[in-house]
Protein backbone atom coordinates (compact mmCIF):
# COMPACT_ATOMS: atom_id res chain seq x y z
CA UNK A 1 0.00 0.00 0.00
CA UNK A 2 1.43 3.44 -1.04
CA UNK A 3 1.22 5.89 1.48
CA UNK A 4 0.32 9.35 1.49
CA UNK A 5 1.33 12.91 3.05
CA UNK A 6 -0.53 16.01 3.51
CA UNK A 7 1.40 19.09 2.66
CA UNK A 8 -0.02 22.57 3.08
CA UNK A 9 -3.73 21.54 2.58
CA UNK A 10 -3.18 18.71 0.40
CA UNK A 11 -2.98 15.14 0.49
CA UNK A 12 -0.14 13.48 -2.14
CA UNK A 13 1.41 10.31 -2.54
CA UNK A 14 4.27 10.62 0.08
CA UNK A 15 6.98 9.64 -2.56
CA UNK A 16 5.91 13.09 -4.27
CA UNK A 17 5.33 15.28 -1.41
CA UNK A 18 7.76 18.36 -1.47
CA UNK A 19 8.20 21.50 0.58
CA UNK A 20 9.72 24.74 -1.15
CA UNK A 21 13.74 24.78 -1.28
CA UNK A 22 13.41 28.37 1.02
CA UNK A 23 11.73 26.72 3.78
CA UNK A 24 12.82 27.80 7.11
CA UNK A 25 12.40 24.94 8.36
CA UNK A 26 15.15 23.44 6.11
CA UNK A 27 16.89 26.82 5.57
CA UNK A 28 17.10 27.51 9.41
CA UNK A 29 15.16 24.79 11.25
CA UNK A 30 12.11 27.69 11.90
CA UNK A 31 9.81 25.25 12.90
CA UNK A 32 8.62 22.88 15.71
CA UNK A 33 7.02 19.53 15.32
CA UNK A 34 4.73 16.77 17.54
CA UNK A 35 4.43 13.04 17.44
CA UNK A 36 1.10 11.29 18.12
CA UNK A 37 0.77 7.53 19.24
CA UNK A 38 -1.66 5.97 17.26
CA UNK A 39 -3.28 3.15 19.26
CA UNK A 40 -6.50 1.32 17.52
CA UNK A 41 -6.53 3.65 15.04
CA UNK A 42 -6.73 6.96 17.57
CA UNK A 43 -4.17 9.23 18.77
CA UNK A 44 -3.08 8.99 22.33
CA UNK A 45 -2.62 11.76 24.47
CA UNK A 46 -4.34 14.35 22.09
CA UNK A 47 -4.53 16.99 24.10
CA UNK A 48 -1.28 16.83 25.73
CA UNK A 49 0.93 16.91 22.31
CA UNK A 50 -1.79 20.09 21.40
CA UNK A 51 -1.52 22.13 23.75
CA UNK A 52 2.38 21.99 23.43
CA UNK A 53 1.99 22.14 19.62
CA UNK A 54 0.44 25.59 20.67
CA UNK A 55 3.38 26.27 23.13
CA UNK A 56 6.16 26.24 20.86
CA UNK A 57 4.57 27.93 18.46
CA UNK A 58 4.21 30.44 20.77
CA UNK A 59 7.58 31.08 21.76
CA UNK A 60 8.89 31.09 18.58
CA UNK A 61 6.08 33.46 17.52
CA UNK A 62 5.35 31.27 14.46
CA UNK A 63 1.72 31.63 13.00
CA UNK A 64 -1.15 29.02 14.52
CA UNK A 65 -1.53 27.40 11.11
CA UNK A 66 -5.26 25.71 12.18
CA UNK A 67 -7.51 25.37 14.98
CA UNK A 68 -6.42 22.51 17.31
CA UNK A 69 -10.08 20.85 15.81
CA UNK A 70 -9.13 21.12 12.29
CA UNK A 71 -5.43 20.04 12.59
CA UNK A 72 -7.32 17.10 14.18
CA UNK A 73 -9.25 16.05 11.40
CA UNK A 74 -5.75 16.54 9.43
CA UNK A 75 -4.22 13.95 11.80
CA UNK A 76 -7.21 11.59 11.79
CA UNK A 77 -7.62 11.26 7.68
CA UNK A 78 -3.92 10.96 7.27
CA UNK A 79 -3.76 8.27 9.68
CA UNK A 80 -6.96 7.17 7.86
CA UNK A 81 -5.15 7.22 4.32
CA UNK A 82 -2.49 5.35 5.55
CA UNK A 83 -4.54 2.74 7.26
CA UNK A 84 -2.25 2.74 10.46
CA UNK A 85 -3.90 0.95 13.01
CA UNK A 86 -0.63 0.97 15.10
CA UNK A 87 1.65 3.79 15.01
CA UNK A 88 2.86 7.40 14.75
CA UNK A 89 1.02 10.10 13.47
CA UNK A 90 3.91 13.09 12.96
CA UNK A 91 3.27 16.51 12.33
CA UNK A 92 5.57 19.54 11.30
CA UNK A 93 5.09 23.22 11.19
CA UNK A 94 7.86 25.64 10.05
CA UNK A 95 7.56 29.83 9.80
CA UNK A 96 7.15 28.95 5.89
CA UNK A 97 9.13 29.71 2.52
CA UNK A 98 10.52 32.97 2.68
CA UNK A 99 13.71 34.73 0.45
CA UNK A 100 16.61 33.77 2.93
CA UNK A 101 16.97 36.01 5.82
CA UNK A 102 17.70 35.33 9.19
CA UNK A 103 15.12 37.63 10.65
CA UNK A 104 11.30 36.63 10.97
CA UNK A 105 10.13 37.71 6.67
CA UNK A 106 6.54 40.14 7.18
CA UNK A 107 3.32 38.24 5.29
CA UNK A 108 4.48 34.68 5.13
CA UNK A 109 2.27 31.38 5.85
CA UNK A 110 3.13 28.61 7.99
CA UNK A 111 4.12 25.31 5.89
CA UNK A 112 2.20 22.19 8.09
CA UNK A 113 3.15 18.76 6.75
CA UNK A 114 1.78 15.84 8.48
CA UNK A 115 3.16 11.71 7.89
CA UNK A 116 2.19 8.53 9.72
CA UNK A 117 3.72 5.63 9.76
CA UNK A 118 2.38 2.09 11.17
CA UNK A 119 4.84 0.55 13.94
CA UNK A 120 4.44 -2.47 15.27
CA UNK A 121 3.70 -2.84 18.44
CA UNK A 122 4.84 -6.48 19.18
CA UNK A 123 8.89 -5.34 18.40
CA UNK A 124 8.43 -2.87 20.84
CA UNK A 125 6.67 -5.46 23.63
CA UNK A 126 9.88 -7.88 22.54
CA UNK A 127 12.49 -5.07 23.70
CA UNK A 128 10.54 -3.76 26.57
CA UNK A 129 10.46 -7.66 28.00
CA UNK A 130 13.99 -8.04 27.18
CA UNK A 131 15.27 -4.70 27.47
CA UNK A 132 18.03 -2.02 26.02
CA UNK A 133 21.19 -0.69 25.89
CA UNK A 134 21.99 2.86 26.90
CA UNK A 135 25.02 4.83 26.14
CA UNK A 136 25.45 8.30 27.51
CA UNK A 137 27.04 11.45 25.99
CA UNK A 138 27.26 14.97 26.97
CA UNK A 139 24.48 17.60 26.59
CA UNK A 140 25.49 19.91 23.96
CA UNK A 141 21.87 21.27 22.83
CA UNK A 142 20.75 25.10 23.32
CA UNK A 143 19.06 26.62 26.43
CA UNK A 144 15.37 26.26 25.00
CA UNK A 145 14.81 22.22 24.84
CA UNK A 146 11.97 23.29 26.09
CA UNK A 147 10.51 23.99 22.81
CA UNK A 148 10.06 20.80 20.37
CA UNK A 149 12.30 22.45 17.46
CA UNK A 150 12.91 20.53 14.51
CA UNK A 151 16.65 21.56 15.08
CA UNK A 152 17.86 18.17 16.57
CA UNK A 153 21.37 17.90 15.30
CA UNK A 154 22.73 17.36 18.86
CA UNK A 155 20.02 14.71 19.52
CA UNK A 156 20.83 12.82 15.82
CA UNK A 157 24.43 12.89 17.34
CA UNK A 158 23.55 11.19 20.45
CA UNK A 159 21.33 8.71 19.05
CA UNK A 160 23.96 7.82 16.26
CA UNK A 161 26.52 7.30 19.19
CA UNK A 162 23.84 4.74 21.00
CA UNK A 163 23.67 3.21 17.30
CA UNK A 164 27.41 2.90 16.53
CA UNK A 165 27.67 1.16 20.12
CA UNK A 166 24.72 -1.28 19.12
CA UNK A 167 22.26 0.62 22.23
CA UNK A 168 19.01 1.74 21.66
CA UNK A 169 19.05 5.63 23.14
CA UNK A 170 21.82 7.93 24.43
CA UNK A 171 21.14 9.75 27.85
CA UNK A 172 23.26 13.40 28.05
CA UNK A 173 24.46 14.96 30.51
CA UNK A 174 25.14 18.41 31.72
CA UNK A 175 28.34 20.34 33.04
CA UNK A 176 27.27 18.83 36.37
CA UNK A 177 26.87 15.22 35.26
CA UNK A 178 23.44 15.15 35.95
CA UNK A 179 21.47 13.64 32.85
CA UNK A 180 19.28 15.88 31.19
CA UNK A 181 17.01 13.35 29.35
CA UNK A 182 17.62 10.89 26.16
CA UNK A 183 17.90 11.95 22.82
CA UNK A 184 14.68 11.46 22.15
CA UNK A 185 13.14 10.34 25.56
CA UNK A 186 12.82 11.38 28.83
CA UNK A 187 15.21 9.97 31.57
CA UNK A 188 14.07 8.02 35.01
CA UNK A 189 15.68 6.08 37.41
CA UNK A 190 14.78 4.27 40.48
CA UNK A 191 17.28 4.52 42.51
CA UNK A 192 18.90 2.51 44.93
CA UNK A 193 16.44 3.64 48.07
CA UNK A 194 13.47 2.78 46.06
CA UNK A 195 12.43 5.86 44.92
CA UNK A 196 11.59 7.02 41.73
CA UNK A 197 13.17 10.12 39.65
CA UNK A 198 13.19 12.31 37.07
CA UNK A 199 14.71 15.26 36.07
CA UNK A 200 12.21 18.26 36.87
CA UNK A 201 10.93 19.63 33.71
CA UNK A 202 13.02 23.16 33.26
CA UNK A 203 14.32 25.21 30.19
CA UNK A 204 16.80 22.28 29.70
CA UNK A 205 14.70 19.03 29.07
CA UNK A 206 11.46 18.75 26.91
CA UNK A 207 7.95 18.85 28.77
CA UNK A 208 7.47 15.12 27.42
CA UNK A 209 3.44 14.32 27.90
CA UNK A 210 4.18 10.74 28.07
CA UNK A 211 6.27 11.64 30.98
CA UNK A 212 3.32 14.13 32.62
CA UNK A 213 1.20 11.07 31.99
CA UNK A 214 3.14 8.72 33.73
CA UNK A 215 3.35 11.55 36.42
CA UNK A 216 -0.33 11.20 37.28
CA UNK A 217 0.28 7.09 37.58
CA UNK A 218 2.90 7.17 39.62
CA UNK A 219 0.55 8.10 42.72
CA UNK A 220 -2.35 5.71 42.19
CA UNK A 221 0.82 2.41 41.52
CA UNK A 222 2.01 3.78 44.99
CA UNK A 223 5.55 4.58 44.07
CA UNK A 224 7.33 7.24 46.11
CA UNK A 225 8.50 9.74 43.67
CA UNK A 226 11.29 12.33 44.23
CA UNK A 227 11.25 14.78 41.05
CA UNK A 228 14.71 15.85 40.88
CA UNK A 229 17.65 15.50 38.53
CA UNK A 230 20.37 12.53 39.08
CA UNK A 231 23.93 11.99 37.62
CA UNK A 232 25.33 8.98 35.29
CA UNK A 233 27.02 7.42 38.19
CA UNK A 234 23.88 6.69 40.14
CA UNK A 235 21.84 5.72 36.94
CA UNK A 236 24.21 2.78 36.82
CA UNK A 237 24.02 2.19 40.66
CA UNK A 238 20.16 2.68 40.54
CA UNK A 239 17.83 -0.69 40.78
CA UNK A 240 16.22 0.23 37.17
CA UNK A 241 16.91 2.92 34.62
CA UNK A 242 14.13 3.38 31.85
CA UNK A 243 13.19 6.00 29.12
CA UNK A 244 10.07 7.21 28.32
CA UNK A 245 8.23 8.83 24.65
CA UNK A 246 5.15 8.68 22.95
CA UNK A 247 7.15 6.30 20.19
CA UNK A 248 7.93 3.63 22.79
CA UNK A 249 5.87 4.35 25.58
CA UNK A 250 7.90 3.11 29.16
CA UNK A 251 11.37 1.31 27.89
CA UNK A 252 13.50 -0.40 30.60
CA UNK A 253 17.28 -0.07 29.96
CA UNK A 254 19.08 -2.70 31.44
CA UNK A 255 22.71 -2.06 30.67
CA UNK A 256 24.12 1.64 30.10
CA UNK A 257 28.01 2.13 28.93
CA UNK A 258 28.22 -1.39 28.60
CA UNK A 259 27.59 -1.44 32.89
CA UNK A 260 24.61 -3.75 33.84
CA UNK A 261 21.93 -2.09 35.43
CA UNK A 262 20.53 -3.75 38.88
CA UNK A 263 20.35 -7.88 37.44
CA UNK A 264 20.54 -6.84 34.14
CA UNK A 265 16.64 -7.80 33.11
CA UNK A 266 14.00 -5.04 33.05
CA UNK A 267 12.74 -3.85 37.05
CA UNK A 268 9.01 -4.56 38.29
CA UNK A 269 8.20 -0.60 38.46
CA UNK A 270 9.30 0.42 34.17
CA UNK A 271 6.78 -2.99 33.46
CA UNK A 272 3.87 -1.77 35.80
CA UNK A 273 4.27 1.52 34.60
CA UNK A 274 4.47 0.31 30.81
CA UNK A 275 1.60 -1.26 31.63
CA UNK A 276 -0.77 1.18 33.34
CA UNK A 277 0.45 3.92 30.44
CA UNK A 278 -0.76 1.71 27.71
CA UNK A 279 -4.25 0.66 29.27
CA UNK A 280 -4.85 4.27 29.89
CA UNK A 281 -3.59 5.44 26.66
CA UNK A 282 -5.57 3.22 24.40
CA UNK A 283 -8.88 3.76 26.70
CA UNK A 284 -8.70 7.62 26.84
CA UNK A 285 -7.17 7.83 23.13
CA UNK A 286 -9.50 9.93 21.03
N1 LIG B 1 12.80 14.35 25.05
C1 LIG B 1 13.12 14.54 23.76
C2 LIG B 1 14.42 15.24 23.44
C3 LIG B 1 12.28 14.08 22.74
O1 LIG B 1 12.61 14.29 21.45
C4 LIG B 1 11.08 13.41 23.08
C5 LIG B 1 10.16 12.92 22.05
O2 LIG B 1 10.33 13.14 20.89
C6 LIG B 1 10.79 13.22 24.45
C7 LIG B 1 11.66 13.72 25.40
C8 LIG B 1 9.53 12.52 24.86
O3 LIG B 1 8.42 13.35 24.67
P1 LIG B 1 6.96 12.75 24.45
O4 LIG B 1 6.69 11.88 25.66
O5 LIG B 1 6.08 13.93 24.42
O6 LIG B 1 7.00 11.95 23.20
Known amino acids: ?68 AAL ?23 RGAAARDHAFPTDVAPSVIVTAKRIDLARGEAMAAKGAAGVT ?9 DIKTVGLLPNVLAKQAARERGAYECLMYDEMGLVTEGASTNAWIV ?26 LVAAEGVELDERPFTVEEAKQAREVFVTAASSFVMPLVSLDGVRIGDGKPGPIAARL ?13
Open 137 to 145: RPDIRWGRC
Open 191 to 216: DREGRLRTRDAQANILRGITREAILK
Open 1 to 68: MSRVAYVNGAYSPHSQAVVHIEDRGFQFADGVYEVWSVLDGRLADFDGHMTRLNRSLNELKIEIPMTP
Open 72 to 94: GVVLRETVRRNRVRDGIVYLQVT
Open 274 to 286: RQAYLEQARRDAI
